[in-house]
């Protein structure tokens, strides 16, 4: 494989939507305020671009969070369980 091939490859959003995959039916995505990783831009758009291929996304931005953390494993736990508890 090409070097442009692999990138392809590593990027999800030239795969949501195209009926050549198939993808979760429930996301969650975190991305906190302060994160220094990445821009808030790269999740907001790949919940944006899931919730337009019709998959539910729970997207938040929690205000003076970092990059990582375990800060919010109840509320995590919480829509687990009701992910579950709906079939």
Known sequence: MTDAEILKLMNPLNF???????AAK???????AVDRDTAL??????ALKLQNSGVDVNFFSPWNRGHGGDYD????????DTICKAK
């Not at 831009?41 to 790949?46: E, K, V, W």
């Open 41 to 46: 831009a790269i999740p907001a758009i790949l």
């Open 16 to 22: 949501i939507g195209t009926g050549k995959t198939t």
């Open 73 to 80: 494993l109840t509320e995590l736990f919480n829509w687990m």
């Open 26 to 32: 429930h996301y969650r995505i975190r991305h906190g």
